[in-house]
């Protein structure tokens, strides 16, 4: 699980990310950076409702959180990531995911 010191929990942190931030698209999900946070890394997930009912919905997040957990080593210190599902992610498996999610992490940080 994702430690909360790594986590989006302030809704204008969520809305700058997305208005402001730097974005990249995967076919499951979008992923949105800003850098210049004063902490460390952090991670949010957006899910809607068009990604299926509360426990699909619950699912995907929980398995995007992973992903984000596992990849806190990889991501600088001052990063603010959030990551926006896409409807239809809950069919991908979890490696289609993994791998979606961390090549859109890593552009996400590489580019300026």
Known sequence: ??????RVV????FRRAVRR????????????????EPSGPRFGVIVSKQVGGAVVRNR??????????SS?????AAELIVVRVLPGAHEASWDTLRSEIG??????????
Do not use: E, K, N
């Not at 995907?60 to 957990?69: L, P």
């Open 1 to 6: 699980m994702l430690p909360r010191a790594h």
């Open 10 to 13: 302030v809704a204008d942190d």
């Open 21 to 36: 931030g730097r974005r990249t698209s995967t076919p499951h999900a979008v992923v949105y950076r800003v850098s210049g």
């Open 60 to 69: 995907i997040r929980r398995r995007i959180q992973a992903i984000c957990a």
């Open 72 to 76: 806190l080593t990889t991501v600088p």
């Open 103 to 112: 090549d859109g992490l890593r552009r996400a940080v590489t580019a300026s």
